[in-house]
């Protein structure tokens, strides 16, 4: 260490906000590893933003993340914040960082996180650095975020047990899986498992009608079960209301199954550990840079920076697999 550094070692907090996701594990281990490598003491802020107002802070050592790659969800927990949503919890947020003497954060968390992290910067000088950990992948600048892949093979693997009950009932299921605002999980689950019919938030309005047509007409094809994959609350409906209104046009029973929060848990798959451990390490990489108010993503398996307002961007769905849906289901 230098005269220079030893004047002054940058305090470096992290944390995970709102929903948990496999991997972010893995980015925790490499910011507090290549954190510590390049000089930085690094805290952990237990329990997202609720953390920073709770002041509940925990300097980490490499020790501290041993042992951590392989497991589901984060050791230093997750939340969501309803102060932080206010103005005045954004500026007592800003002083409490003061107080503790934070030179910067890396925040691990999908779009609501980066929301936050942008109210910040008006009122903090400290750097900000944004790490996409989110199953839902609808974070705009980066082709994928943590816990996205790990997520679809969850769902998958379960769409595929239930396919075998669908065969042996020759019965059809609507079957939810997460994505409230996004149809990427969907999309690429349904494709996946071969499902007749996928009902996303980016194909609205939803006619049901048509479904109910297309369910017939594969009945008619020979047939005997079949799989609907409806993201969660599109159209602002839930499956049970889908259901329902289905089973007018249907002269059969259909059956539902909802995956739920089964997608989040697990043990990370090896790609959700190595983008974890890749934008975890550049995220201090970008620190000892000085930048800040950025994200950090991967696009064409390429490092990239963000600025945190793109990121709100709504990404687009892979208009050519939906595309393909009618065609394979024949």
């Not at 498992?193 to 109910?212: M, Q, S």
């Not at 007409?217 to 409906?237: H, P």
Request: glycine content about 12%; aromatic content about 6%; hydrophobic content about 40%.
């Amino acid at each position: 260490m230098n005269i220079k550094e030893m004047k002054h070692m940058k305090k470096i907090g992290v944390f995970c906000s709102g929903g948990d996701a496999p991997g972010m594990n893995a980015a925790v281990r490499a910011v507090v590893r290549r954190g510590i490598a390049r000089g930085l003491k690094i805290v952990a802020i237990y329990r997202g933003y609720n953390g920073i107002f709770n002041e509940d802070f925990k300097e980490l050592t490499p020790r501290s993340v041993g042992n951590i790659i392989q497991e589901g969800g984060t050791i230093i927990k997750t939340a969501r914040s309803k102060e932080f949503y206010t103005d005045d919890g954004v500026i007592k947020a800003a002083q409490i960082l003061e107080k503790h003497c934070f030179d910067g954060l890396c925040a691990i968390g999908g779009d609501g996180t980066f929301r936050g992290l942008m109210k910040l910067q008006k009122h903090w000088k400290g750097q900000l650095i944004g790490i996409p950990g989110t199953i839902d992948n609808d974070i705009g600048g980066t082709d994928f975020t943590i816990g996205y892949d790990t997520a679809i093979d969850t769902a998958i693997s379960a769409l595929d047990r239930i396919r075998d009950t669908a065969d042996s009932h020759e019965r059809v299921f609507l079957v939810e899986v997460m994505g409230r605002k996004a149809g990427f999980i969907a999309l690429e689950v349904g494709i996946g498992v071969g499902a007749e019919e996928i009902l996303i938030p980016e194909n609205l309005p939803i006619n049901l009608k048509t479904v109910a047509a297309s369910i017939h007409k594969a009945k008619q094809s020979g047939k005997k079960a079949l799989i609907i994959i409806v993201a969660e609350g599109v159209d602002n409906r839930d499956i049970f209301s889908f259901a329902k209104e289905l089973s007018k046009y249907l002269d059969f029973k259909t059956y539902i199954s909802i995956l739920g929060h089964v997608q989040r848990g697990g043990a990370p798959s090896a790609r959700d550990r190595w983008l974890g451990t890749r934008l975890g390490a550049f995220a201090i990489d970008c620190i000892l840079n000085d930048e800040s108010g950025i994200m950090v993503g991967e696009k064409c398996n390429k490092l990239v920076k963000v600025p945190l307002e793109e990121t709100q961007n709504k990404k687009s769905i892979d208009k050519y697999a939906y595309s393909l849906i009618r065609d394979l289901s024949i």
